[in-house]
T-cell receptor, first 114, second 106 residues
Framework: DAGVTQSPTHLIKTRGQQVTLRCSPK?????VSWYQQALGQGPQFIFQ???????QRGNFPDRFSGHQFPNYSSELNVNALLLGDSALYLC?????????????FGPGTRLLVL | QKEVEQNSGPLSVPEGAIASLNCTYS??????FFWYRQYSGKSPELIMS????GDKEDGRFTAQLNKASQYVSLLIRDSQPSDSATYLC??????FGKGTRLSVIA
């Protein structure tokens, strides 16, 4: 049973560029959430996708956008990159069972903005 | 705004001792609580979930929840050097604390 996968594992960009990160959820999961984790901090919630719609969104600017495909995989897009966008980007997939949702994380994509 | 508070540590315990990690949360309506372990440079790994007041045990790990006090804890019995990591408390999956760094000394 494949777990959550993310690509690429590492990425280096320069300020002002755009980046797309990809995530495939765990088999059987239909919900994907994205988090940003800066060094020494806990993961910060960006947004969650369910049934190809953005269901919830955290306190991130519109430069951060996403998409979910019919096969439940997801993309995170960040435009006009800033130095402060350098972080580990985590994707988590989940399935709500009896009203309870447990998230499982992928290995993450480490983004460095120069 | 929902907040989850954890002592950043580091918490140092000798091998074989009990490590006690604590977490408080601000949203009284929270229903789901999780502990994740994160090794340096890796992604968080789910250790325990707890939904009801009281204790939940899984091997060397025990999660404790007190909704009245808005308090969640994780006990690690017989701590091993391999338990050295950052432990993240999460509430209703979308809000994480900053994590507590645990160091188990051999």
């Amino acid at each position: 049973d494949a777990g959550v996968t993310q690509s690429p594992t590492h990425l280096i960009k320069t300020r002002g560029q755009q980046v797309t990160l990809r995530c495939s959820p765990k088999s059987g999961h239909d919900t994907v959430s994205w988090y940003q984790q800066a060094l020494g901090q806990g993961p910060q919630f960006i947004f969650q996708y369910y049934e190809e719609e953005e269901r919830q969104r955290g306190n991130f600017p519109d430069r951060f956008s996403g998409h979910q495909f019919p096969n439940y995989s997801s993309e995170l897009n960040v435009n006009a990159l800033l130095l402060g966008d350098s972080a580990l980007y985590l994707c988590a997939s989940s399935l709500v069972v009896w009203g309870q949702e447990t998230q499982y994380f992928g290995p993450g994509t480490r983004l460095l903005v120069l | 705004q929902k907040e989850v508070e954890q002592n950043s540590g580091p918490l140092s315990v000798p091998e074989g001792a009990i490590a006690s990690l604590n977490c408080t949360y601000s949203d009284r309506g929270s229903q789901s609580f999780f502990w994740y372990r994160q090794y340096s440079g890796k992604s968080p790994e789910l250790i325990m979930s707890i939904y009801s007041n009281g204790d939940k045990e899984d091997g060397r790990f025990t999660a404790q929840l007190n909704k009245a006090s808005q308090y969640v804890s994780l006990l690690i019995r017989d701590s091993q050097p391999s338990d050295s990591a950052t432990y993240l408390c999460a509430v209703s999956p979308l809000v994480f604390g900053k994590g507590t760094r645990l160091s188990v000394i051999a």
